[in-house]
Every structure is written in structure tokens, then in C-alpha cells.
């Protein structure tokens, strides 16, 4: 769904959502970092970075149900993204083909998936 929410940068995450909600109490809040220095910053959802120790606005990973949903958040919003290490996702893609009951599976079907599994294989060797 495009919405006027919907933002683009280059910094990662490239695309997310604006908050549809800003509360009523919005002021500053006042920050004192590492080494000492003071900042203003407008009171949103933020957290602190674990790379340089500044606040940063937060983005939320969210499902596509809650994403495309209304705009009933304070936080940013973005689409989840590779959620396991490459490792899981090539031994998964190996048996992704295969339902949950083999009796109706052919001759092709299980072709593909030794011949996805023998790749898979060959490629776990590799990277592992």
C-alpha cells in the first residue's frame, strides 16, 4: 500500500513509515552523551545508538498486517527484512518445495528437491 507516510533514504532502513500518532505532550528532551555534550532533541520514540551513543529516532519491524494497518503508532514503522542468518535460509530453501504430505509428491517433484538439496549441500560446504 503507498501511503504519504511512506519515506525513502539512503541511511539504512531504506523505506519506512512516519508515525501516524504525535502525542499532545511534545516538547524537548535533553540528552547528555559520552562525552559530555548536551543536546535538545524533540521528545519521540527514540533509543539509544549502540554505534556512537546518540539518539536515534526509532524504526519498528513490523509484519505486513500492522504495516499497511492504520496509523495508530508513535514510532516508525518498516517491513521485516531476511529474519534468518543466510546459513538457515539456504538449508530452508532446499526443503521449501516440499508440502507437508509427500504421498501426493511424483517422480519431478522429488527430483527437484534432491537436486535443490544436493545444491543447497554443495553451497552449505562452502560458506560453512
Do not use: C
Not at 532533541?41 to 526509532?58: E, I, M, R, T
Request: hydrophobic share 40%; aromatic share 10%.
Amino acid at each position: 500500500m503507498w501511503n504519504s507516510r511512506r519515506k525513502w533514504r539512503w541511511k539504512y532502513p531504506n523505506a519506512f513509515q512516519l508515525p501516524g500518532l504525535m502525542p499532545s505532550w511534545r516538547g524537548n528532551r535533553r540528552h547528555r552523551d559520552a562525552l559530555l555534550r548536551l543536546v535538545d532533541k524533540p521528545d519521540v520514540d527514540q533509543y539509544l545508538s549502540p554505534y556512537d551513543g546518540h539518539l536515534a529516532k526509532l524504526v519498528v519491524q513490523s509484519v505486513d498486517d500492522v504495516h499497511d494497518g492504520p496509523a495508530n503508532s508513535t514510532w516508525r514503522r518498516t517491513f521485516v527484512r531476511n529474519v534468518g542468518s543466510p546459513i538457515i535460509r539456504i538449508a530452508q530453501w532446499a526443503v521449501s518445495s516440499v508440502p507437508d504430505d509427500t504421498t501426493g509428491m511424483g517422480f519431478e517433484d522429488w527430483a527437484i528437491t534432491i537436486g535443490k538439496w544436493l545444491v543447497a549441500s554443495g553451497v552449505l560446504m562452502i560458506v560453512v
